[in-house]
């Protein structure tokens, strides 16, 4: 299957700083990556939609001042949490779709934890 | 609004059994439907997909039903192995592509 990977695996980081997490297919191009949250016990809430070559698309509460998303080429997109606070601590995990087929294929996660 | 759910949160059942995993959604507007395996800090891994257009897809010891009048779809996973012991979420798109998730169930796989 298509492989996604994803970096850091796991950062912490100071309250009021900002963090960048990279996600990349490793063996397909991906016009449309999707970002998710996983709060414990919780099951996965898509944030946004990364769409390469222009904005992305946010869903409803998620702030996009705070979420940046940069979908720069077929294969990265990343996801920096600016300013970030406690609450923002959190499980994020990438997904990107291969082209023409309905599956979605998720890197392997970070794991968040702003103090 | 969960329009994905996955009403039993978690499952225990012998090894070499058959492990039944059931997933309403309320969307009339879902076309695609997929399982996914999930390990505790790890991303799911895709498991296995219908379209809309299909009642059942086979691979290998998964195969799922989708049943479109009842909004209901289900996983069956035979014979249970000790390896499938996890969380198991069921998900849906229409054509945006964009998943919604069910809130999962534990499989625990006794040997």
């Known amino acids: 299957g298509a492989v996604v990977s994803q970096h850091p695996s796991r950062v912490i980081c100071k309250s009021g700083t900002s963090v960048k997490i990279e996600c990349r297919s490793l063996?397909?191009?991906?016009?449309?990556m999707f970002w998710y949250r996983q709060f414990p016990k919780q099951s996965l809430m898509l944030m946004a939609t990364s769409n390469e070559g222009s904005k992305a698309t946010y869903e409803q509460g998620v702030e996009k001042d705070k979420f940046l998303i940069n979908h720069a080429s077929l294969t990265l997109s990343t996801l920096t949490v600016t300013s970030a606070h406690p609450e923002d601590s959190s499980f994020y995990i990438c997904?990107?779709?291969?082209?023409?087929?309905?599956?979605?294929?998720f890197g392997p996660g970070t794991r968040l934890t702003v103090t | 609004d969960q329009q994905v759910k996955q009403n039993s949160p978690s499952l225990s059942v012998q090894e070499g059994r058959i492990s039944i995993l059931n997933c309403d959604y309320t969307n009339s507007m879902f076309d695609y439907f997929l399982w996914y395996k999930k390990y505790p800090a790890e991303g799911p891994t895709f498991l296995i997909s219908?379209?809309?257009?299909?009642d059942k897809n086979e691979d290998g010891r998964f195969t799922v039903f989708l049943n479109k009048s009842a909004k209901h779809l289900s996983l069956h996973i035979v014979p249970s192995q000790p390896g499938d012991s996890a969380v198991y979420f069921c998900a849906a798109s229409a054509d945006d592509y964009k998943l919604s998730f069910g809130a999962g169930t534990t499989v625990t796989v006794r040997a």
């Open positions: 219908i379209s809309s257009i299909k």
């Open positions: 997904s990107a779709r291969v082209l023409a087929a309905g599956e979605q294929y």
């Open positions: 063996d397909f191009q991906a016009t449309t």
